[in-house]
């Protein structure tokens, strides 16, 4: 069986993806969208059901830019779309990439191999290491969001959220909505960081009022509804035998009082989805307050191999309609790039989005400095803390190893003797907290000692699925 | 000047286990190595302790087999090396498991040929036994229905390469070896009395003077040799691994197959690991191989080696690929390993080449001896065998 060669692979169709991909099927290119989930629309728009008008921090008008993407999106013709599909990893050939993508049904994989590749696999939770929070019912906001979001369902009865990003104000209120209780709403920097970071960025809070005036909206209505909101107060350990009976609440460094809840929310921020283009040898660069590796993009949103495109949250979590403007100009780039429009028209193409794309990156920078969640989140581990939850690893073990002869100092180095970053989740669950551990002792940037080597493949997939993609 | 009895490059299983070996016996060591302990093929490779002649060594004719053969010696000495590994150490977390091995046959061809390694192994005084698809899968439930046969060595197990490197280092250490990691060779000047080496160590040359150095330095071991002037003919070649969830124990055994490659086994962690000898794609620079960069996944070997591992052990099939990984080991133009005195090159050693994982302890020792001046005891014939003299041609032209 011989597989067509796509002018252009996309993997994720989130807003970033859908910009590009109508760009490239635009330019009369042959484009292949792969996603594991069902439908277009990324993390931003899961369907279904998707008529749903869920609060965002985005306003009324930002969504509404969204879902008409989306609707154009999912009328392209010619867009290959493979819907529950896990791209496990691509490898380089000589005419392009080779995709090994395997059905989430675990049926057998496949190869799908396209000339270009743009990478557009949005963002994730970023995870903190706090006592207790492996146990089940502690969550991250994605995770439940995506009840809330997808399935119109409360996955508990009492929430206590905690993080530093604002994202939870809307969070708080998409859970009262649906009829779930939040017991307390904490933001664990203090009223005075919140503050300096708005000055700091006076003039995009100026520019962005609208997302504010969302965010105050929802502050209002949580305030109604009862739900109790302090600031540089937060949830400093997690307590219960098999599942969360409670949550500690307080200021780091103090024993906090205990308030009883069933579900435990965490919401420090969000870390780019890098590992395809880092496995492929692309730079990314440290990001400073939440950690994680942004996918490094030239101006046409080319990543520093040949072929590779990024963008949307892979090159950095800038919001959706930022991401939406960014897979818009690596569509036009790649069309500009496959000599089906020449360099003036892509300019011109790409002038409109480059300059919205300057004014969202703004509000993202506001958004980035009020949630910073740096001042606390490295407070809350003790040293019986696990902070590789795959692999039950902690923090203690972590200290114990970077010890003795030869004492490992990258982070490669110290997953081979203590299993941190060797389980399911390929790392990117403790790899931010293993590098800060390593550049507390070393004194060297994470930056500098680098992460876990990226490997094939990004997300777990049963070895007959793979074993099939040869199929000869 | 700094100055030590024996200057060891490379932190991988063999100078680790040299370090050691000499430290013990009252030598006093510096151990160098450009990255960090463990990183190279020691750290990467797939912990097989194989004792079977491989079927990389059936695969080219009759003599080279016949040559393999006779390093069976060397695969018994191993066998107890590795049996008292963990005393030795005084360490139980190496993960030292040597419950059997078996290299499996399904087709007609790979039946013959099992029965042609059995009959040389036999030969060697190595106590593997012919069995059939019902005894196989007598001793291994988990084998496929069609697996007609099987040759099973008491012995064969695995040992965990995240581990052993390290406790090595740690007993060096305790006997007075001295490391010096993120420290590079910058070259090696045959003296009266031994060596000078000068070594970089962030941005500075040190000069350290040895009475003998060891060539550790694995797939890096030509480039150090062309310090030292002399040819040791050791190419790299790109491998890579598979490895699965952690699941329960199932699969108490080496698995191997003799006719595709495979070498299958679960970890003490739970994990299956699985490789066999597939090929990665090598870095390729400006003017030849780059081993600075990691070799890259071949999505042919991806696929075809866990086929062959679900083909050869069903269940595996359903089990979850967490990570491929790819590493360098390497090979000698006979596929011997190449181990003992540089000939001509007084005070310099060199070990390096095959399957230094299984052999690794084994060779350390013996060229320990050697460098001490002892005899290699048991391991005098075998040694003989894999010794740099039989390509003393190579450097009877250079000055
Ligand atoms: C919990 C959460 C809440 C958020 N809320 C908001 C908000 O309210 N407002 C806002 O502006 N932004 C929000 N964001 C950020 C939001 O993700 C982005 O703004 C927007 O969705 C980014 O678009 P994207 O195209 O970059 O990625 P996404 O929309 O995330 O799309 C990426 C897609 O790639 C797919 N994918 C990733 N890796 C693979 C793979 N290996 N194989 C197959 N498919 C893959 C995913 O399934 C996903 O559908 C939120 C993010 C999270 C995690
Ligand atoms: C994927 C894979 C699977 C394998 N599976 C098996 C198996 O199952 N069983 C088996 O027996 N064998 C196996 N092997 C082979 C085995 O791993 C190696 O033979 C063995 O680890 C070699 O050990 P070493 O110490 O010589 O080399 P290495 O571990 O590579 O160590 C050499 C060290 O020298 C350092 N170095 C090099 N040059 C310099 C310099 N100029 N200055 C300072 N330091 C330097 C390097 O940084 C490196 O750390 C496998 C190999 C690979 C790659």
């Known amino acids: ?89 691509v490898l380089r050939e000589a005419a392009g990439f080779a995709l090994i993508a395997v059905p989430t049904d675990s049926a057998p994989g496949r190869r799908v191999a396209a000339r270009r590749l743009l990478v557009a696999a949005g963002c994730y939770d970023l995870p903190v290491p706090l006592p207790g929070w492996t146990l089940p019912g502690v969550m991250s906001a994605g995770a439940i969001q995506a009840f809330v979001k997808s399935q119109r369902l409360v996955p508990g009865e009492r929430f206590v959220l905690a993080g530093t990003h604002p994202l939870q104000l809307i969070l708080a209120d998409q859970l009262v909505a649906a009829g779930g209780t939040v017991a307390a709403l904490l933001f664990a920097q203090t009223p005075g960081a919140v503050a300096h970071a708005l000055a ?179 407070r809350l581990a003790g040293d019986d803390t696990i902070v590789c939850r795959c692999e039950d690893v902690t923090r203690a073990q972590l200290l114990a190893a970077a010890e003795g002869v030869a004492a490992p100092s990258d982070a490669s180095a110290l997953k081979l003797v203590t299993r941190a970053g060797m389980g399911l989740c390929q790392g990117r669950g403790c790899e931010a907290a293993v590098l800060r551990l390593l550049a507390e002792r070393t004194g060297v940037g994470p930056e500098a000692i680098g992460g876990f080597t990226p490997r094939f493949p990004v997300r777990p997939v049963p070895i007959a699925s793979v074993g099939e993609v040869g199929g000869r | 000047m700094d100055a030590a009895d024996v200057l060891i490059i490379g932190g991988g299983l063999i100078g680790c286990a040299a370090a050691w070996h000499l430290a013990r016996a009252g030598t006093d060591v510096l151990l160098i190595e450009r990255g960090e302990l463990n990183a190279g093929a020691s750290g990467q490779n797939a912990g097989s302790l194989h004792f079977q002649i491989e079927r990389r060594f059936l695969e080219h004719g009759e003599a080279l087999a016949d040559q393999a053969a006779r390093t069976v010696a060397l695969s018994r000495l191993a066998v107890s090396e590795w049996r008292d590994l963990p005393a030795a150490l005084g360490d139980d977390r190496l993960d030292v498991a040597m419950h059997g091995g078996l290299m499996v046959a399904q087709s007609d061809d790979e039946l013959r040929l099992l029965e042609r390694k059995a009959a040389l192994e036999a030969r060697w005084g190595l106590p593997t036994r012919l069995i059939d698809g019902a005894e196989a899968r007598a001793i291994a439930p988990y084998l496929a229905d069609d697996v007609r046969a099987a040759s099973f060595l008491a012995d064969e197990g695995h040992a965990n390469p995240r581990l052993v490197t390290r406790a090595l280092a740690e007993a060096a250490a305790s006997a007075g070896a001295r490391f010096a990691p993120q420290t590079v060779l910058r070259a090696l000047v045959p003296v009266s009395g031994g060596w000078r080496v000068t070594l970089r160590r962030g941005a500075a040359d040190v000069e350290v003077a040895a009475a003998s150095v060891l060539i550790a330095a694995g797939a890096w071991t030509m480039a150090v040799g062309a310090l030292a002037g002399v040819h040791l003919p050791v ?18 055994h080496l698995v191997q197959h003799v006719g595709r490659r495979l070498s299958m086994k679960q970890a003490h962690d739970g994990n299956v690991l699985i490789g066999g000898g597939w090929p990665s794609r090598l870095a390729r620079g400006e003017d030849g191989f780059d081993l600075a960069r990691a070799p890259t996944v071949l999505v042919d070997s991806l696929t075809g080696n866990l086929a062959v591992a679900a083909a050869t052990v069903p269940r595996v099939g359903a089990l979850n690929l967490i990570r491929t990984w790819t590493g360098v080991v390497a090979i000698t133009a006979d596929q011997l390993p190449l181990a003992g005195a540089v000939p001509g090159r007084p005070g310099l050693f060199v070990i390096a080449g095959g399957s230094g994982f299984t052999l690794g302890p084994t060779l350390a020792r013996a060229v320990s001896a050697e460098m001490l001046g002892r005899s290699a005891g048991d391991a005098a014939e075998a040694m003989a065998l894999v010794a740099p003299a039989r390509f003393a041609h190579l450097n009877a032209m250079l000055a």
């Open chain 1, 1 to 89: 069986m011989s597989e067509p060669c796509y002018d252009l692979a996309i993997v994720g169709g989130g807003p970033a993806g859908q910009a590009a991909a109508e760009q490239a099927v635009g330019a009369g290119l042959s484009v292949v969208m792969l996603d594991e989930q069902a439908r277009m629309g990324g993390q931003i728009l899961r369907q279904p059901p998707y008529e749903m008008t869920v609060a965002s921090w985005l306003d009324a008008r930002g969504y509404r830019a969204l879902k008409r993407q989306l609707a154009r999106a999912e009328a392209l013709p010619g867009l290959t779309f493979l819907g529950r599909t896990s791209v496990a990893g």
């Open chain 1, 200 to 378: 700091g960025h006076a003039g995009a809070a100026l520019r962005h009022a609208a997302p504010l005036a969302a965010a105050a909206a929802s502050y209002a209505r949580l305030r109604r509804a009862g739900v109790p909101i302090q600031f540089g107060r937060t949830v400093l350990a997690v307590e219960g035998r098999d599942e969360v009976v409670a949550a500690r609440v307080g200021v780091p460094g103090e024993a906090g009082e205990a308030i009883a809840c069933d579900r435990v929310g965490l919401c420090y921020g969000f870390l780019p989805q890098a590992d395809l283009p880092r496995s492929l040898g692309a730079t990314a660069r440290w990001v400073e307050r939440t950690g994680g590796w942004a996918t490094v993009a030239d101006a046409w949103q080319r990543g520093d191999v040949p072929g590779l495109y990024v963008a949307g949250e892979t090159t950095g979590v800038a919001g959706a309609p930022a991401a939406l403007e960014e897979g818009r100009i690596a569509g036009i780039a790649v069309a500009r790039d496959a000599g089906r429009i020449d360099a003036a028209a892509a300019g011109r193409a790409a002038a409109e989005p480059r300059r919205r794309l300057a004014h969202l990156r703004g509000f993202a920078a506001l958004l980035d400095a009020v949630a910073d969640p740096r001042a606390v989140m490295t």
């Open chain 2, 235 to 252: 190419f790299p070649i790109g491998l890579q691994m598979n490895v699965t969830e952690r699941v329960a124990p199932f699969l108490p």
